[in-house]
Nanobody
Framework: QVQLVESGGGLVQAGGSLRLSCAASGRTFSNYAMGWFRQAPGKERDFVAAIRAMGSTYYADSVKGRFAISRDNTKNTVYLQMNSLKPEDTAVYYC???????????????WGQGTQVTVSS
């Protein structure tokens, strides 16, 4: 069982930056693939970024070059550095974990409660 708690969301102007954190419980965090997803009002939950246990990273086309995912296995934490934010990045951002190495699928086994990111124009 893994519990995930996101933090770092907030209100930022377009062009600004935020760093989201996702703290995970459990002693086997390093074995999990970790993903970030987002869901805007009235829309489906979409893949944003993922990082495999061994460190390979993957990004949605819409965030490539602006967002960076990283993990610190000593702190059981995954991060999402978001730069050059745009109003269309506004959404609730969710952290997810899975042992199967899922990348873009929303079928991750474990999810956090989400953190709101709002980008004003």
């Amino acid at each position: 069982q893994v519990q995930l708690v996101e933090s770092g969301g907030g209100l930022v102007q377009a062009g600004g930056s935020l760093r989201l954190s996702c703290a995970a419980s459990g002693r086997t965090f390093s074995n999990y693939a970790m993903g970030w997803f987002r869901q805007a009002p009235g829309k489906e939950r979409d893949f944003v970024a993922a990082i495999r246990a061994m460190g390979s990273t993957y990004y949605a086309d819409s965030v490539k070059g602006r967002f960076a995912i990283s993990r610190d296995n000593t702190k059981n934490t995954v991060y999402l550095q978001m730069n050059s934010l745009k109003p269309e990045d506004t959404a609730v951002y969710y952290c997810a974990a899975d042992l199967r190495g899922l990348i873009t699928s929303t079928q991750y086994n474990y999810w956090g409660q989400g953190t709101q990111v709002t980008v004003s124009s």
